[in-house]
């Protein structure tokens, strides 16, 4: 994926210029790492991180609601909480690229 085609999502330029250092950081990883199962070990930290950084610019409420109900285990109300964060999460993502 280029840096400058996210597939699937709608995010401005000023959203992407905060994850650029991210996504070229991964571009670079993946041209030195071109075959599988190599690319995926060594280019997962960065892919994580490109990820997160996207999708913290498209819904950062719903990542910080997951970050925070999900981050360490609990009792089954907690659970539940990280469960309705997870699904909010995914709506959000799920509305961000039916309007892309």
């Known amino acids: 994926m280029s840096s400058e085609q996210v597939i699937g999502l709608d995010i401005d330029e000023d959203r992407k210029r905060r994850c650029r250092g991210k996504l070229f ?24 991180a490109a ?6 610019c498209v819904c950062p409420e719903a990542v910080e609601s997951v970050q925070y109900h999900c981050s360490s285990r609990g009792n ?10 997870q699904a909010r999460l995914q709506f959000c993502i ?3 690229q039916k309007s892309s």
């Open 25 to 48: 950081a991964l571009e670079d990883c993946q041209r030195k790492y071109r075959k599988e199962p190599e690319r995926g070990m060594m280019c997962k930290h960065l892919n994580h």
């Open 76 to 85: 089954t109300s907690k659970r539940q909480q990280c469960q309705r964060a």
């Open 51 to 56: 990820a997160l950084c996207l999708i913290s």
């Open 94 to 96: 799920e509305d961000h």
